[in-house]
């Protein structure tokens, strides 16, 4: 054993989650003493180093277990992120700048799950940007950069130890139905993820720069670009810097952000190969393609021209890579059928490995090759047919829990949409705010579009869309496995019950 002589996971998992979150408010901390003028450094500060310290002192308190049950590793990564959440939220309510905590945490979690969605309001004295001090707006854009790649990656890749439950919190926390090892050590695999991200997030903050933003925006913009965050200190989002340069930088960067980081570290090292062949990465530009010269035809007649297909590009990216980012209104210029396209891109996303949310399209592929199956089996009641992604068997454990997780997403969608419908919402910012929460996209359409916020949303409108955003960046699995181990004496037999695994003879193995 390393540190105290209590070995947890789930402490060490959390207290190493409030050490990082504490080094994130610190440095936020210095670039409010450096760039801003408010006394908002002091809350920053004072939160960080008491987060920090606590994180810190958990972890000596405790140990790294060689081993541990499998339920823990749900546990452990869903309480850090429960935990990462409230903790993210403290600064907007001490510093006054969000008054209410349902509207603290939803910011908070919008942050951390990357989805983007704000209840910030512009500010009084300058509409382009939001009532908040510099310092805190890069603490905002800094939670997104620490969602992106995961804090769980992060503190697998930091840990001195790692063991034979390193590899489950990486799935655990993984965008996609399956982890992939880089390298033979679970710990290595997480740094070279981490360094990828790293030297992406300096290229687009170089690119930035050449572009024309300054030094702290092309660094805070560059945090929620390679996250697919899409947060924004100004209130028109990109379109504040009226640069059609600046534009394909930002959908260049949102594009490979979409794109498999296992599969970037393999073309980093000169191996074209894996990405050429991939049939994900090819369905990916397909439907980037595609899906914006749909968009740009039925934007309607106003909207053909080059500045309007730059438009139509830029949100497809923006939309499929789940960033959120905005140039076009939308909501309020485009026509139904444009918007509807937008409306089914956003719970889809772009490939499983990155940073983007959503369902993943190696989902889609591979239960576009179930139905396949089973349509053909109607037909031929003997038939043998592997579910296939391109030329790769997909086993017949990963093809169910793809289906569990799609039926799953689907009701929280549905529930969701519901549930914020009943508040008095319209039907449509109901459905597309459950939508784009779910998906971690951001903007969605009528009340909840680019050019709105969530504000509007009734305190428990907007804490169902916590929920989602939660349970679309955990993908859902890890947050109801974890309900098996709630400490409320009625939940945690029923929740049991809902989880065990049926064996041959009728009865139930619980899940462990």
């Known amino acids: 054993m390393v540190n105290g002589d209590r070995p947890s996971l789930i402490a060490q998992v959390v207290g190493l989650t409030l050490a990082i979150c504490g080094g994130g408010m610190v440095t936020s901390a210095v670039v409010e003493v450096v760039y801003g003028n408010t006394a908002d450094w002091v809350v920053l500060l ?66 951390f799950t990357t989805t983007g969605s704000t209840v910030l309001q512009a500010a009084a004295s300058d509409p382009t940007t939001f009532e908040a001090s510099v310092g805190l707006l890069f603490w905002r854009s800094t939670t997104q950069w620490l969602g992106g790649m995961g804090v769980i990656v992060l503190i697998v890749a930091v840990l001195p130890s790692v063991g034979t439950w390193g590899m489950g919190l990486l799935q655990a926390e993984a965008p996609g139905p399956t982890g992939e090892r880089l390298t033979p050590k679970v710990r290595d695999t997480a740094q070279h993820l981490w360094a990828v991200y790293i030297v992406f997030t300096i290229a687009v903050i170089v690119a930035y720069l050449l572009a024309g933003m300054n030094l702290y925006d092309a660094v805070s913009h560059s945090f929620t670009t390679v996250s697919t965050g899409g947060f924004s200190r100004h209130t028109l989002s990109l379109r504040h810097f009226d640069s059609a340069l600046i534009e394909w930088v930002a959908v260049a960067a949102m594009f490979v952000a979409g794109t498999s980081f296992t599969l970037l570290y393999r073309l980093a090292r000169g191996k074209t190969g894996p990405l050429l062949k991939s049939i994900e990465f090819r369905l990916y530009v397909l439907l980037v393609l595609a899906a914006s010269v749909v968009v740009f035809i039925t934007a309607g007649p106003d909207h ?12 497809v990216v923006a939309i499929v890579s789940t960033t959120g980012y905005g140039t076009a ?29 959503g369902v993943k399209l190696i989902r889609v592929l591979a239960v576009a090759s179930l ?79 680019p050019r709105s916020d969530f504000a509007g949303l009734t305190p428990f409108a907007r804490l169902v869309c916590v929920a989602n955003m939660l349970l679309g960046r955990l993908e859902i699995y890890p947050i109801l496995l974890a309900l098996v181990k709630l400490p409320i004496p009625r939940a945690r037999p029923t929740m049991a019950r809902l989880f065990r695994r049926p064996n041959r003879f009728g009865s139930g193995v619980h899940v462990s």
């Open 46 to 111: 004072g939160v960080g180093a008491i987060t920090a310290a606590t994180g810190l002192i958990t972890r000596v308190l405790t140990s790294v277990p060689d081993r541990t049950p499998r339920l823990d590793v749900f546990v452990a990564v869903t309480s850090a992120w429960v935990v990462m959440a409230f903790v993210g939220a403290v600064p907007y309510l001490l510093t006054g700048t969000l008054t209410a905590l349902d509207q603290a945490l939803f910011e908070s979690v919008a942050g």
């Open 304 to 315: 053909r021209t080059l500045t309007g297909f730059r438009d139509a590009m830029f949100t």
């Open 329 to 357: 209104d939308f909501v309020g210029s485009w026509a139904p059928a444009a918007q509807a396209v937008l409306l089914v891109l956003m719970p889809i996303g772009a490939m499983a490995g990155s940073t983007a949310g």
């Open 371 to 449: 139905a396949h199956r089973e349509t053909l089996g109607q037909l031929h009641q003997n038939l043998v047919r592997p579910v296939r992604v391109g030329h790769d068997t997909v086993d017949d454990v990963v093809t169910n829990r793809v289906v569990g997780f799609l039926i799953l997403t689907l009701a929280a969608f549905g529930g969701g949409g519901l549930l914020i419908a009943l508040t008095g919402t319209d039907i449509v910012t109901a459905f597309s705010a459950s939508a784009t929460t779910i998906g971690n996209v951001g903007p969605g359409l009528a009340e909840v579009g």
